[in-house]
């Protein structure tokens, strides 16, 4: 047995055949098939000035982007990444923004270049595609549908599918299940 083709388990040593088989393919959504940043920052703006606190620049708010709306809207109070806000103004302001982020969810928002092709050359390819991200499926159906992206993905799993989200491996598991792979 050639030792490039061994893997080491916790009970015993198995064969594995290289080139790995890949059957499926799993993308996120935010950040790697579609440029939301302007969207989340116009809506973070928002939030903060129906809250009577000034705007802060997009690339301070883009820097905040990353870790789910919670964290941006906390960050966004806070002008910092790691302090938290009182608890009854961001009690307040969630469903600010949520209400502001959904009304213009895709103003702005675009796949990346390059994205429609890849996806056209996965799918010719045969693979079997997902969209996994922890964007709530509120907001993660309408912009896949907006993007003519919706129709790529076998399955999509947002933040509120499943008990848990990423980076917990639920997620992932549950599509590797419902595409029938290990």
């Known amino acids: 047995m050639d030792q490039n083709n061994l893997q080491r388990t916790d009970c015993c040593t198995t064969e594995i055949e290289f080139p790995l088989q890949i059957k499926a393919v799993v993308i996120d959504l935010d950040g790697t098939l ?22 802060l620049p997009l690339a301070t708010i883009q820097s905040f982007i990353g870790k789910g709306i919670q964290k941006l809207v906390k960050r966004s109070l806070t002008n910092s990444l790691e302090n938290e806000p009182d608890p009854e103004l961001f009690t307040k302001a969630l469903p600010i923004y949520e209400r502001n982020y959904g009304e213009n969810l895709y103003t702005h928002t675009r796949p990346y270049p390059g994205v429609v092709d890849g996806l056209n050359a996965l799918k010719k390819e045969g693979f079997q595609l997902a969209c996994i991200t922890n964007k709530a499926e509120a907001f993660t159906l309408p912009l896949l549908r907006a993007t003519n992206l919706l129709d ?11 008990p848990k989200k990423k980076p917990d491996p639920m997620p992932l598991l549950h599509a590797c299940k419902h595409f029938q792979i290990e």
């Open 152 to 162: 790529y993905f076998e399955i999509v799993l947002s933040g509120d599918s499943l």
């Open 34 to 55: 579609l440029d939301t940043a302007m969207d989340l920052a116009f809506a973070a703006n928002k939030m903060l000035l129906e809250l009577g606190k000034p705007e």
